[in-house]
């Protein structure tokens, strides 16, 4: 694989709890090529969560290296992942993670404007429709169901054109059909702006859907898989 968009090399995450230290990753060691599409799979608690979360800067890892379009992102502190986050990235959570006091427009424009981007408003109009929302342009995160906050998480994340897209349980709190709507949408801001799509998932049909499948089973890799075989 040539220049990987992620690359980690013997990763590890250790937190400190109330027993004790915890070691929640280790050894990991894993490349992603651009325009890839990537499952976290595994059993609750085997650090699929938590690998997004070093791959994203979201937390720092304690060991090993994490590279995303060649920067080091261990070597940055929390203001410089902050900035190369919303220049480079888009992250959806499973709770949605919408501010409540702002609409959904509002929503989508915020990590343009904090970039600095004059028709935030102009781009994150397109981006609502894109995801077959701009009828809830101002409407609240508690005026619309569960689906439509998602869609509007979609639409935040990838309003910048983000590289890389990451996605933790896009679809764990919604119903089948809505969780059905999510995942095509997914995949079509993927196809739409080119980005390398990783996501953690339970469900097995969304898996199926990406090229890679990695499992992880107590905080360490196990080998890889094609969707294709799952």
């Known amino acids: 694989m040539s220049d990987p968009v992620l690359s980690l090399k013997n990763a590890a995450l250790s937190l400190d709890g109330n027993a004790g230290r915890v070691d929640i990753l280790h050894g990991i060691t894993l490349d992603i090529a651009r325009g890839e599409t990537v499952g976290l799979v595994g059993p609750s608690g085997s650090g ?45 959570f499973q709770s949605f993670h919408l501010i409540p006091t702002m609409t959904a427009l509002e929503n989508v424009a915020t990590p343009l404007e904090l970039a600095g981007v004059r028709d935030a408003f102009e781009r994150a109009e397109a981006e609502l ?22 869609r509007v998480a979609l639409a935040r994340a990838s309003v910048t054109r983000p590289e890389i897209l990451l996605a933790d349980e896009p679809t764990g709190n919604l119903d089948g059909a809505n969780g059905s709507a999510i995942m095509d949408l997914l995949f079509d ?42």
Do not use: W
């Open 48 to 92: 699929k969560s938590s690998l997004l979360m070093i791959m994203g800067g979201l937390e720092q890892a304690t060991g090993g290296t994490i590279h995303a379009l060649g920067q080091d992102l261990t070597a940055m502190n929390e203001d410089a992942l902050a900035r190369f986050r919303r220049g480079h990235m888009g992250v959806v």
């Open 189 to 230: 801001l993927r196809d739409r702006h080119g980005a390398t799509l990783v996501l953690v998932t339970h469900a097995p049909e969304l898996a199926a859907r990406c090229d890679r499948v990695i499992r992880l089973s107590d905080g360490a890799l196990e080998p890889d898989r094609k969707a294709a075989a799952e």
């Open 129 to 150: 429709d894109a995801v077959g929302l701009s009828s809830r342009a101002n409407h609240y995160p508690s005026q619309m169901s569960g689906g439509e906050q998602q």
